[in-house]
């Protein structure tokens, strides 16, 4: 139902934009996330943004990268600058829904590769 787009190759030094789309409306949305997976690695939190628009980065990539949300178009991108070889990763967009019950949706995976 996530349908998440923008990887690629691209030299270190360099930017990416990461888009994730929802193919249907989803309503109650709580957390919109990237996720990435490097290989031989567990899936780790990039950065996060709430309903109510606080945001959160692993350290890795504070100040490097930003996380924005459109509520209306449930859409999250993540904008990638300045990237490092260990930004090399399978990249997930996540979202959180809650109202009666919990529902939680993962994206497809792009793969982003940083060239040294």
């Known amino acids: 139902q996530l349908q998440a787009s923008g990887g690629g190759l691209v030299q270190a030094g360099g930017s990416l934009r990461l888009s994730c789309a929802a193919s249907a409306r989803i309503s109650a949305i709580r957390f919109m996330a990237w996720y990435r997976q490097a290989p031989g690695k567990q899936r780790e939190l990039v950065a996060g943004?709430?309903?109510?628009?606080?945001?959160n980065y692993a350290d890795s990539v504070k100040g490097r990268f930003t996380i924005s949300r459109d509520n209306a178009k449930n859409t999250v991108t993540l904008q990638m600058n300045s990237l490092k070889p260990e930004d090399t990763a399978v990249y997930y967009c996540?979202?959180?829904?809650?109202?009666?019950?919990?529902?939680?949706?993962w994206g497809q995976g792009t793969l982003v590769t940083v060239s040294s």
């Open positions: 996540n979202i959180v829904a809650s109202s009666i019950r919990r529902y939680e949706y």
């Open positions: 943004v709430t309903g109510g628009g606080s945001t």
